[in-house]
């Protein structure tokens, strides 16, 4: 019988350049419709004030990193917000829509990246590779399209959802 | 005109991890729908199984079923009943009962509700979808509800009319449809880079490993991988990856796999499944039937 999976290894060694994993998953416009289909936007950017970003650090528990938060007015009522959140290793783009009430109406993630740059530079992180080849670096930024491996927890969305609903609270509201 | 066949790549977070859905192969509008249901489904085992909403039909079986029997969702009594088949024939190695030490280690929030060395062997199906527990004990069902979510969201995607899909919850991953998907693996000494990768179509395949999860406790590494059997975690840089016939199947086996290493082989033999070992300093092992050692 013919295996129904075939693996492929790739030589391990010291791979010089940090590596990286990235995927696009939506455009500002095309997150836009997929949580609010059919609506139109007007753009309505916020620049927080000193006293905002501390009421918003206070009711979410979560530090705020950057004052500019690029906000949209849909149509009929309701928010949409775009937002970065960084981790040890990853950094993620992604969409909040709010309805009128301030309630979460939906969530996308629209860019996701893992880098893992100061783990490469380590020479004793390096040495764990016991040059078993000699191969070229991996460019796995182009090349990897799904991952099978833990990727990250979302915490770092889910916490950056509630920074969102207090910046609602004292700014949209 | 022609229609074009689009594809379509989305991620949202659910389960403590980024789920990811790709349909391809017909029109936007069908595509979009497929992917909207799916995540429904996802959603849905989400706010059935969750540890952390107290809702949830887990959260009501560590609260109640110690004391009386509890009714809950047939989707949650398929995933118990399937984990108590995976403690049986694992002799216990895989268990959903250690969530107390998952929750002194800081993996799972709360004080631990129960003290009490119970194991799986106290967690007892009813008819009709009732549960009761013969002594406190706490479940969680992070170990297996993943790759349910996942089988779960493929049903979607198929019903739905969908030619070709791949689902992916933080590395429990299936796939269907005609071209197959090249998945890669991460190496579990470098997770940003891949061991190698593997060609699936039909299947689904899970990986674990400690990469991200392994933390310092006191003088001890801890991992939230636990050995049902010896109550100790796995902190070896070790990964193991599963191929099985469903997503739930490949998730459970891979703590199965990680706990008992080339002792596994018979347990795999039971679902007809492969599995790959990849660990520090040691060539790629396969513990399968397809390519045997």
């Not at chain 1, 009522?77 to 829509?97: C, M, R, S």
């Not at chain 2, 005609?178 to 990986?207: V, Y």
Request: proline content about 5%.
């Amino acid at each position: 019988m013919k295996p129904h999976w075939i693996f492929t290894a790739l030589p391990v060694s010291a791979i010089v350049a940090p590596s990286a994993y990235a995927v696009t998953y939506l455009s500002v416009e095309q997150a836009q419709q997929s949580i609010f289909p059919g609506k139109s936007f007007t753009a309505a950017p916020v620049k927080l004030t000193a006293d905002q970003c501390k009421a918003i650090e206070r009711a979410s528990r979560i530090r705020v990193l950057h004052n500019d938060q690029q906000v949209w007015r849909v149509s009929g009522g309701g928010w949409f917000i775009v937002d970065e959140v960084l981790g040890k290793h990853e950094y993620i783009t992604y969409a909040v829509g709010l309805n009128a009430d301030g309630s979460v109406h939906g969530v996308e993630i629209m860019e996701y990246r893992e880098t893992y740059g100061d783990q490469v530079r380590n020479p004793k992180w390096l040495a764990q590779f016991t040059g078993k080849t000699k191969a070229a670096p991996l460019e796995l930024d182009k090349d990897i399209k799904n991952i099978s491996g833990a990727t990250l927890s979302s915490r770092h969305i889910t916490d950056g959802v509630r920074r969102l609903l207090a910046f609602y609270d004292v700014v949209l509201r | 005109m022609t229609l074009s066949c689009a594809e379509i790549h989305r991620a949202r977070p659910f389960l403590g991890t980024i789920v990811e859905v790709h349909a391809s192969g017909a029109e936007q509008p069908a595509l979009l729908k497929g992917v909207e249901l799916a995540f429904g489904a996802v959603r849905k085992v989400h706010r059935l199984m969750s540890f952390h909403d107290a809702t949830s039909d887990v959260s009501r079986l560590n609260r109640e079923a110690a004391n009386a029997p509890v009714k809950i969702h047939p989707w949650t009594c398929r995933v118990l009943a399937a984990a108590q088949k995976f403690s049986a024939q694992s002799n216990g190695v895989f268990d959903i009962t250690i969530a107390p030490l998952l929750q002194r280690w800081g993996y799972l929030p709360g004080r631990r509700l129960s003290r009490i060395a119970a194991d799986w062997r106290d967690i007892i199906l009813e008819p009709d979808h009732f549960v009761r527990f013969r002594r406190p004990l706490t479940i969680d069902l992070g170990g297996i509800a993943k790759g349910f979510a996942v089988d779960r969201a493929i049903e979607a995607l198929r019903k739905a009319g969908v030619p070709q899909g791949l689902v992916n919850a933080g590395g429990d991953l299936r796939s269907f449809g005609a071209a197959g998907h090249k998945i890669d693996i991460r190496h579990p000494l470098a997770p940003g880079q891949a061991a190698g990768s593997i060609r699936l179509s039909g299947h689904a395949m899970a990986t674990s490993a400690l990469y991200y999860s392994r933390r310092q406790k006191g003088r001890h590494a801890v991992s939230p991988l636990i050995n049902g059997q010896t109550r100790r975690p796995c902190v070896d840089d070790v990964s193991a990856t599963v191929i099985a016939r469903d997503c739930l199947t490949a998730d459970a086996l891979t703590k199965i796999v990680l706990a008992l290493r080339e002792a596994a082989r018979p347990v795999l033999a039971c679902y007809g499944a492969d599995a790959l070992l990849i660990e520090r300093d040691l060539a790629p092992r396969f513990l399968s039937l397809n390519h045997a050692a």
